[in-house]
């Protein structure tokens, strides 16, 4: 059970950003529940201490890039898996956006770098922390 006075730090986290989060990943339809079923429950099933390692590095990672020409779409994305966070397995989840989020983490934590190279150590510990790994979701075929 996730304890209320946390939801409110997420909720608090999200209002702070001011950015909403919007599906951006064409994840096939016919993925959708096999990503769900092996990324997304296991999120769900996270404690709340690990919830809040998760969350602390979508905080320090908005900080330390806080004046990065790519704030936004990141923030986007920590955005998205901050409503994760808050969920619990009997929480009604949308799959679609939930898969979104994953896939999204999973294509920013196997960037090779450009724009966004200075995201990459933040994606690859929220990866580390939630599954310990995740496989390249966004070129799966």
């Known amino acids: ?14 209002i702070k950003t001011g950015e909403p989060y919007v599906k951006v990943e064409k994840v096939p339809y016919s993925e ?9 429950e296991k999120l769900l099933e996270l404690e709340e201490e690990t919830r809040k390692k998760v969350l602390d590095v979508l905080k320090s990672s908005w900080k330390a890039n ?13 955005v998205g898996i901050a409503n994760l966070l808050k969920l619990e397995k009997t929480d009604f989840v949308d799959k679609s956006e939930a898969v979104d989020i994953v896939v999204r983490i999973s294509r920013w934590a196997h960037s090779s ?10 994606a690859k510990i929220i990866v580390n922390k939630i ?9 799966k075929k």
């Open 113 to 122: 770098g450009g724009f966004y190279q200075d995201f990459i150590p933040y």
């Open 66 to 78: 806080s004046g990065h020409s790519k704030i936004r779409q990141w923030l986007r994305l920590c």
């Open 131 to 139: 599954w310990g790994d995740i496989e390249n979701l966004y070129y």
């Open 32 to 40: 959708v529940d096999t990503i769900y079923d092996n990324y997304v």
């Open 1 to 14: 059970m996730i304890s209320e006075n946390f939801k409110q730090e997420i909720d608090d986290y999200i």
